[in-house]
Nanobody, 123 residues
Framework: VQLVESGGGLVQPGGSLRLSCVAS????????MSWVRQAPGKEREFVAS????????YTADSVKGRFTISRDNAKNTVYLQMNSLKPEDTAVYSC?????????????????WGQGTQVTVSS
């Protein structure tokens, strides 16, 4: 199993980024996926999750209305569209594969994690 994130970078406050996570080594369309982030000195936070057929999703209160998770099962890819970025969004963002088709908010529900991509929001 491989999860490879891309799309991070340096962006000014108020800007946008779209993160991508390309999955391989398993039947992507059978599993829920999540995006998590971790900033230095802070606990890991589940940012957004989506089930196997995109009929159910979760977005953390801290990013609600600004971030949107989506997936393209034909491309084995999950996305995180991030708008109106704030300095407090600065973190390493990683995607994670759920153990089944539905999402959960605890790490025990996930069996594979990507290496992450750095997002820095600063002027």
């Amino acid at each position: 199993v491989q999860l490879v994130e891309s799309g991070g970078g340096l962006v000014q406050p108020g800007g946008s980024l779209r993160l991508s996570c390309v999955a391989s080594g398993f039947t992507f369309s059978d599993y829920a996926m999540s995006w998590v982030r971790q900033a230095p000195g802070k606990e890991r936070e589940f940012v957004a999750s989506i089930n196997w057929i995109s009929s159910s999703s979760y977005t953390a209160d801290s990013v609600k209305g600004r971030f949107t998770i989506s997936r393209d099962n034909a491309k084995n890819t999950v996305y995180l569209q991030m708008n109106s970025l704030k300095p407090e969004d600065t973190a390493v963002y990683s995607c994670a594969k759920s153990r089944d088709s539905t999402w959960s908010l605890g790490p025990r529900g996930y069996d594979y994690w990507g290496q992450g991509t750095q997002v820095t929001v600063s002027s």
